[in-house]
């Protein structure tokens, strides 16, 4: 099989395995690693790549641009729920442990101490 071919079949498996991700995805971490596996193959398969190309190679080269920049957008996004799921673990966790201690970060400015006796 030609290296372009292979290059675009894999690039089409990555574009249809984030295209079918979904927001509220419970199996996210086996997506990513699908997703890494992927990515590693099809560098390895680029750094193979040399400079001649037909014009039948050229039209797969541009198929694949298009269909990379979409899968950036896809990524960004997917990076983007994942930020925003940890922010929220973190907030969670917070609430949590104000709910256990309440008085854990209490502030001591405005206390007063009388020295009398």
Sequence with gaps: MNLIQEIYDLTNRLYQLVSSTKKNDNQRDVVIEQIEELLSERQLLLEDLDGFFSAKDHQIGKEIVN???IIDEKLDY???LIQSDLINIKRQKVSNEKYINPYKNLSTDGTFFDKKK
């Design 67 to 69: 269909m990379n920049k």
């Design 78 to 80: 997917l990076k983007s």
